[in-house]
Nanobody
Framework: QAQLVESGGGLVQAGDSLRLSCVVS????????MAWFRQAPAKERELVAA????????YYTDSVRGRFIISRDNAANTVYLQMNSLKPEDTAIYYC?????????????????WGQGTQVTVSS
């Protein structure tokens, strides 16, 4: 069974940077797409960025494009989310997710495996 373990969250000031990590233990043979979601209080979980292990596709939601970078280290079974120029509206719990599907869906229900989440808090 695959397990996703996230780390790297914390409390930072606006304009600072953080790098989130997601280690996939027992990576499934058919794992294809990795994604980062976030969920703020009283809001729906939303897709932030997604990538494929083979690097043939990448997606960013409009609010983070140009500030966040999703990357991967296949040998380490690890996906990263580099977050630059952080804003208070980026405050949320960030989750890593995985699926065998090649499509980078915006729907959380599309993904089969999830991490526990890591809190990112950005102060003004």
């Amino acid at each position: 069974q695959a397990q996703l373990v996230e780390s790297g969250g914390g409390l930072v000031q606006a304009g600072d940077s953080l790098r989130l990590s997601c280690v996939v233990s027992g990576r499934p043979f058919d794992s294809y797409t990795m994604a980062w979601f976030r969920q703020a209080p009283a809001k729906e979980r939303e897709l932030v960025a997604a990538t494929t292990w083979n690097g043939d596709n990448t997606y960013y939601t409009d609010s983070v494009r140009g500030r966040f970078i999703i990357s991967r280290d296949n040998a380490a079974n690890t996906v990263y989310l580099q977050m630059n120029s952080l804003k208070p509206e980026d405050t949320a719990i960030y989750y890593c997710a995985e699926t065998s599907n090649v499509i980078m869906s915006y729907s959380a229900s599309y993904y089969r495996t999830w991490g526990q989440g890591t809190q990112v808090t950005v102060s003004s």
